[in-house]
């Protein structure tokens, strides 16, 4: 029998609590671990694909079993949802086609997406960044005029009907069209006019023919995401969207349609969307978009029958303020025909259960709700709005006193830290000397070849590796015999970057597990998880630490990995830090007092360990930075606020140092031109930029911009299986030195620990031998 989790519902329905959706990993990251089997030929595809359906399976049970009203699906993916959605338009690039030309069986169909995702050994995949201001990367569709679409239907339709088979009626989520147009780039030989927008008559009959489609399969409601819309968008693209949603809404024999806008606040998308004739919407509520509820009642009454009220925060992990979020449902309500409870946007940036945590429950009873316990708290709220605040005046209790409790707790103040932040000056964030007199001192100090070589810091992250570090938390292993291990490999790979002949080395970091996660488990003020995963890209899952309280460093963090690594060398090795911005980017912050604050209190506990460095003798120190363009608000007129203290974090963090230390940053997988000053204002030495998959874009952007310390655009892809040919390195390197001359370094776009060692040391073996051919051929 069919559950009432979706039905066409009206204004005399209750409201129903549903979410936008839900992490696709499993309770044992289960979709990484079959993934993974498949790509080594351990598993084959229909192995995959049984994996697969068990675990979109077992979710719908989940949200099913904690009382939602409404299940979404077509939520989950393999690899990655715009992905899927460049899929199911057909938007394949040629190149991917002819890779794999046989997609006739579900091994085909698979390869030929996974290469999009990863590239092969001769086919660079589609690009990677971040997915708005988020940790998690999307893949890059790549449009051109040329482009044909083509519908293929069969990932929604089946996922909807094998939800349908086990008894639950669910309502498709698809990335909106003005969304996946936005959200692409023009291809390669593209006209320089063309925008990717230009196609939306191409791609809307595909998306009529796909409600078509879902309506005839019983789907009655189907959520259209437009993320794109809480962003800065000029009047043409908002007439689109009035076109588009015109037309869909006409559109004949279709499910009715929910559009959902989160990240921000809508402005005056809000009122485009609200004089549309679509059957509902679905708005983010929290943090900078709680302004939405101010412009939804300037806005007055809706003619959407539903709206999707996102009260509870899909972004953060901390418990819901339940008693302010039952007063913005009740404000709502008042607005619209049938008010129900929503998440701000999908749950598959949050953790999966606090219950995984060991011991979390007794410890910070009602502090955290990952995603499991937020489906609770939308039920109780759902309650609330449907029997009175009588009715979950207990739950209302309870939830005020464990927040007071932890606001309350000595984990969250520490006077010492909180003293030095409020006496931060502007004379600390300066360094000694312009960059150009440092760079003579850096210079004499270094004696470095034209175009120096290096990494970014990470090296493979061996399964040997891994056992040490299970081994050492299970007790099974001494801490004596696992420096001895680590000591080894650092050994191993100070020799084997010799042999290379790179110019500046790196420890390989075989003692860390994360870059944030690390430092977080060092640092005062910080909790970390042991399963709290979340995705980052593909089968790529980080556990971000929880920023819980004021921090502070008890004790050097890196200073004997860096100082043992450099007594195995006469090369410069370099100290390496993970910086501020990005320490908070990759966590979950603390939600009681302004982010900037919290900004200055991470900096200056890095600012001590680089002056350690500095101290113990290392005089390379890279902060890495790959966060800054992710936190950028997605409103400009929010930005300069933002920038301001980013850069300024930074610069608290390492401008202590004397003019012979040469401090380095590292940033990746973003659209950079937005932050381009800032970028500059760091005054970092020299910066490292992810640059190959981009094709060197970032080289002209930084040109235009007059960067002019050094920098090193990344020439070899990481995120791909594939080893670039010396002959692409150069060419790659010649376009750097045309705009930057002899401020140039080479190194890959990122760290090397998700790679194998057999690609590692064939790739840096190109690199080194394409910084030798420009360096004798200019």
Not at 83 to 105: F, N, S
Not at 139 to 155: A, G, H, M, N
Not at 270 to 294: R, Y
Not at 324 to 340: H, Q
């Amino acid at each position: 029998m069919i559950q009432d989790t979706t039905r066409e519902r009206g204004p005399a329905d209750p409201p129903a609590a549903t979410i936008l959706g839900y992490p696709r990993q499993g309770p044992g990251r289960e979709l990484k671990r079959a993934t993974e089997a498949y790509w080594s030929g351990r598993q084959d595809a229909d192995e995959l694909l049984a994996a697969v359906s068990e675990l979109r399976l077992a979710r719908w049970a989940e949200q099913h079993a904690a009382g939602l009203d409404e299940l979404p699906s077509n939520d989950f993916s393999l690899y990655d949802h715009v992905l899927d959605t460049a899929w199911m338009l057909g938007a394949v690039p040629e190149r991917h086609r002819a890779a794999v030309p046989d997609i006739d069986t579900a091994r085909g169909r698979l390869d030929r997406y996974f290469a999009m995702a990863r590239g092969t050994a001769d086919i660079e995949p589609l690009e990677m960044t971040k997915w708005f201001d988020t940790n998690y990367h999307y893949l890059v569709p790549e449009l051109s005029p040329d482009t044909t679409f083509e519908l293929d239907p069969t990932k929604p339709l089946a996922e909807f009907t094998a939800a349908r088979r086990a008894g639950f009626l669910t309502r498709p989520v698809i990335i909106g069209p003005i969304s996946f147009l936005l959200l692409a780039k023009p291809a390669p030989g593209a006209p320089e006019r063309f925008r990717p927008l230009d196609l939306i008559d191409s791609v809307l009959p595909l998306y009529e023919g796909l409600l078509q489609r879902l309506h005839a399969a019983g789907a009655l409601w189907v959520q259209i995401d437009e993320p794109c819309l809480g962003t800065d968008q000029p009047d043409d693209v908002l007439d689109q969207v009035r076109g588009c949603y015109s037309r869909l809404a006409a559109a004949k024999d279709r499910p009715k349609i929910i559009v959902a806008g989160y990240f921000g606040r809508l402005g005056a998308t809000l009122g485009v969307l609200a004089g549309l004739p679509i059957d509902g919407l679905a708005v983010d509520l929290v943090g900078p978009a709680a302004a939405n509820l101010d412009d939804l009642e300037q806005l007055g009454k809706l003619s959407a029958e539903r709206l999707l009220a996102g009260v509870i925060d899909g972004r953060n992990i901390w418990a819901t303020d339940l008693a302010a979020a039952l007063t913005t449902l009740e404000r709502v309500g008042r607005l619209v025909d049938r008010v129900d409870v929503s998440t701000s946007c999908s749950l598959v940036h949050v953790p999966l259960d606090v219950g995984l945590e060991p011991g979390w429950g007794a410890r910070y009873p009602g502090w955290f709700a990952f995603a499991r316990q937020k489906l609770d708290e939308l039920v109780v709220l759902r309650r609330g709005i449907t029997q009175g605040r009588a009715a979950i005046a207990e739950e209302l209790e309870i939830n005020a006193s464990r927040r007071a409790e932890r606001l309350a707790s000595p984990l969250v103040h520490n006077a010492r830290v909180r003293e030095r932040v409020a006496t931060v000056t502007e004379a600390a964030e300066r360094r000694k000397c312009p960059f150009p007199d440092r760079r003579l001192v850096q210079q004499r100090r270094w004696q470095l070849p034209a175009v120096p070589t290096t990494t970014i810091g990470s090296f493979p992250q061996t399964a040997e590796l891994r056992r040490a570090r299970a081994a050492l938390r299970r007790r099974q292993l001494s801490e004596a015999d696992y420096q001895q291990a680590m000591r080894r490999e650092i050994d191993s790979v100070i020799a084997e970057q010799e042999r290379l002949g790179l110019d500046v080395l790196v420890h390989g970091e075989p003692e860390r597990n994360d870059m944030v996660q690390y430092f977080a488990e060092q640092l005062d003020g910080f909790l970390t998880t042991e399963h709290g995963w979340v995705q980052s890209y593909g089968t790529r899952y980080v556990r971000p630490p929880v920023l819980v309280g004021d921090v502070s460093r008890p004790a050097p963090m890196t200073v004997p990995w860096a100082t043992y690594a450099q007594s195995r060398t006469d090369k410069p090795v370099k100290g390496m830090l993970t910086g501020p911005v990005t320490m908070l980017a990759w966590s979950f912050v603390r939600d009681d007092q302004p982010i900037a604050t919290t900004a200055f209190g991470v900096a200056l506990a890095l600012r001590e360990e680089v002056a350690d460095l500095e101290r113990a003798g290392i005089g390379i120190i890279q902060v890495d930075e790959p966060a800054l363009r992710e936190m950028l608000p997605l409103r400009r007129a929010d930005r300069a606020a933002y920038l301001d203290w980013a850069v300024r974090a930074f610069r608290l963090a390492t401008a202590a140092v004397e003019d012979s230390t040469q401090i380095h940053t590292h940033m990746c997988y973003a659209e950079f031109g937005d932050v381009l000053d800032a970028i500059i204002a760091m005054d970092a030495d020299v910066i490292s930029l992810e640059a190959a998959r981009s094709k060197m874009a970032i080289v002209a952007d930084l040109a235009q911009a007059g960067y002019p310390n050094e920098v090193g655009p990344g020439v070899w892809d990481i995120h791909s299986p594939r080893v670039p040919p010396t002959e692409e390195i150069v060419d790659h390197l010649r376009t750097a030195v045309a705009a930057f001359g002899d401020r140039v370094w080479a190194n890959p776009d990122c760290g090397l620990k998700t790679r194998g060692y057999p690609e590692v040391k064939a790739a840096l073996a190109n690199l080194v031998a394409a910084a030798g051919q420009v360096r004798s051929t200019g």
